[in-house]
């Protein structure tokens, strides 16, 4: 039986994975070499996932670089997107895009 994956994590040290495809909320996210949790929300395809909780004012890591700092909590398997995460780069109120 072939094992397939619908999230990857870019780099150890991450604290969120990228959804592969769209991941359902309730569904198992899982990599090839082994992460896996349940979904706690829809996450749409390039999306990012909390791999583990992640509090208020924390870095969010992605491919070993900070990218953007929580604005809430954000718990294991919600979507990490511009709603809960200040950008490193952008104004997250003017420059973002969906």
């Not at 780099?11 to 706690?40: C, F, M, W």
Request: charged share 20%; no cysteine; net charge negative.
């Amino acid at each position: 039986m072939a094992v397939s994956a619908n999230l990857i994590v870019l780099a150890s040290g991450d604290n969120v994975g990228v959804a592969l495809r769209d991941i359902r909320a309730g569904e198992i996210a899982a990599t090839l070499s082994g992460v896996s949790l349940r979904a706690q929300e829809d996450v749409p395809q390039g999306h990012k996932v909390a791999l583990d909780d992640i509090a208020e004012g924390q870095d969010i890591v992605r491919f070993g670089m900070p990218v953007a700092i929580t604005r809430r909590p954000i718990a294991r398997g919600h979507l990490v997107h511009v709603h809960n995460v200040a950008s490193r780069y952008l104004n997250n109120d003017e420059d973002h895009y969906e």
